[in-house]
């Protein structure tokens, strides 16, 4: 079974640009979430999305950031503009969610690392 | 709201002695908490996780960890470390009330095994 793909794996941009990241969950996984990891960082929820819906976006910079799930697979992450703050490892993860308050387990992609120069 | 410290940035270790990466947890509420691994350019991985029962969880590649919760500690041990068990490993905590849905991670201990 194929974990989660995300895709690129590296992405070097100018400040000022915008960028995409992409990201398919494990198939019939309904729950996809978007995390921030800073370099000597834990990761940090950006976006929780259960289908289509985008439940927990408190974390998201939305003067910069946007992303959509829009038939409830996979999903994107933009940045617009990008600042050189931003660079770091963006992780996708997905889950299969049974009810609130079940352990679901979340399943991590390999990242794409994001350099603003 | 939950927070999770983890004591030690960087732990090294000789191969085949015995490791304990330190990790406390803040919350209100009840909690799950796991323990992630990460190997270079890699994406995490969950070695083991405690739900509720016994306090003590077995995990994968020999890792295990005691939930502590009058000292709201969580760590993790392995009694002989392998070259290739060098990584960081992050400790996480979620809320078992609303699921495991937000995870709060620490900040990661680079585990290095030096031959």
């Known amino acids: 079974e194929a974990g989660v793909v995300q895709s690129p794996r590296y992405k070097i941009i100018e400040k000022k640009q915008p960028v995409a990241f992409w990201c398919n969950p494990i198939?019939?996984?309904?729950?996809l979430y978007w995390y921030l990891q800073n370099l000597g960082q834990g990761p940090e929820l950006l976006i929780r999305y259960e289908n289509e819906e985008a439940v927990d976006d408190s974390q998201l910079p939305k003067d910069r950031f946007s992303a959509e799930r829009l038939k409830g697979v996979d999903s994107t992450l933009k940045i617009q503009p990008a600042e050189l703050g931003d660079s770091a490892v963006y992780l996708c993860?997905?889950?299969?969610?049974f009810g609130a308050g079940a352990y679901n387990e979340q399943f991590f992609g390999p990242g794409t690392r994001l350099t603003v120069l | 709201a939950q927070s999770v410290t983890q004591l030690d940035s960087q732990v090294p270790v000789f191969e085949e002695a015995p490791v304990e990466l330190r990790c406390n947890y803040s919350?209100?509420?009840?909690?799950?908490l796991f323990w992630y691994v990460q190997y270079p350019n890699q994406g995490l991985q969950l070695l083991l996780k405690y739900l509720s029962g016994s306090t003590l969880v077995k995990g994968i590649n020999g890792f295990e960890a005691e939930f502590n919760k009058s000292q709201t500690s969580f760590h993790l041990r392995k009694p002989s470390v392998h070259i290739s068990d060098t990584a960081e490993y992050f400790c996480?905590?979620?809320?078992?009330?609303?699921?495991?849905?937000?995870?709060?991670f620490g900040k990661g201990t680079k585990l290095t095994v030096n031959p």
């Open positions: 919350s209100s509420v009840s909690v799950y």
């Open positions: 996480a905590v979620s809320d078992s009330q609303g699921g495991s849905e937000k995870l709060v």
């Open positions: 993860a997905s889950s299969l969610m």
């Open positions: 198939s019939g996984h309904n729950t």
